[in-house]
């Protein structure tokens, strides 16, 4: 564990697991709109999650309209994968759109840290105080200028080695940072969730991470106007998506299988499942 840890005492006055239910159940009400600036390897998967959850997604990164869809929208992600000229304007608008209206907005740093245009431009936009940050540790290190990345898409380092750089990212901006691994890490700078679940299908398959912030932005989108903290829409959904893919992998023989039942279970997993199978932990300064 990182220094961090030093300062933490466990908590047992906030369960995630009970918060879901109310978030999910609204997302399936209220089937909020998802602006999604994403990546075009995985554009199509992001729609179908976000449709399986109860959302509705729409992926307008096109400049001169990604600012105003992004104001009337429920939630907004912003994720780097792929970031063309055009693209990186939208995203520039479209965060620009969502600040003025107070639209919540996910960024998503994908691969930064060697490649220098997403790497600024990732620089340039948490700078905007993004509601969250979703990444892999070896992102979030990125992102905190403590190292140079990982391995294209792929993390080379773990959730727990990123604590203290998604804290001083969490304190420095405002956001709350999402470290997705073996174990996720959910923090806010003074709080941190250790959620467990989860299975090791979602790297088979492309888009199974990027998905996760689109529906962070689902989540935050309910939330909005709401008691509900941002810390506590993000872990809440963190821990939906993860348990999802836990029971979706019972039904798979492999990644192909697998990215068809992780549609099933996001559509048809219940709040109640979800508070049986949960793993967490809650930590507190």
């Keep these: 564990m990182s220094a961090l840890s030093d300062r933490l005492r466990p908590s047992s006055t906030f369960s995630v697991a009970e918060e879901v239910a109310p978030l999910l159940e609204q997302v399936r009400s209220d089937s909020p709109l998802i602006h999604c600036i994403t990546n075009a390897v995985v554009t199509g998967f992001t729609a179908n999650v976000l449709l399986a959850t109860g959302a509705a997604p729409a992926m307008v990164d096109i400049v001169d309209e990604s600012g105003m869809f992004a104001a009337v929208a429920s939630g907004l992600l912003v994720n780097l994968g792929t970031p063309a000229p055009e ?6 608008e479209a965060v620009a759109g969502a600040t003025e209206a107070g639209t919540p907005w996910v960024l998503d740093p994908v691969a930064i840290g060697a490649l220098p245009v997403r790497t600024a431009l990732a620089h340039e936009l948490v700078a905007e105080r993004p509601s969250a940050i979703r990444g892999n540790a070896s992102e979030i290190l990125a992102l905190a200028g403590i190292s140079a990345g ?22 420095r901006f405002g956001s709350v940072v999402a470290v997705s ?8 700078g003074e709080r941190v969730i250790r959620i ?23 989540f935050l989108g309910v939330a ?16 939906f998506y993860t348990v999802v893919a836990e029971q979706a992998a019972t039904q798979a023989a492999g990644p192909g299988t697998f990215a068809v039942a992780l549609l099933d279970a996001l559509s ?18």
């Design 150 to 171: 990982g391995r294209g898409v792929d993390a080379t380092d773990t959730p727990d080695a990123a604590a203290d750089a998604a804290a001083s990212l969490a304190e």
């Design 196 to 218: 467990a679940n989860g299975d090791a299908l979602l790297t088979r398959v492309t888009g199974g991470g990027c998905a996760l912030g689109a529906v962070m932005a689902a």
């Design 181 to 188: 691994g073996v174990v996720d890490l959910v923090t806010d």
């Design 268 to 285: 048809s997993t219940t709040a109640e499942h979800i508070v049986r199978a949960a793993r967490v932990e809650v930590f507190v300064a």
């Design 87 to 92: 693209q990186r304007a939208a995203a520039r």
């Design 224 to 239: 909005r106007g709401t008691s509900v903290s941002t810390l506590t829409a993000v872990a809440a959904a963190s821990l």
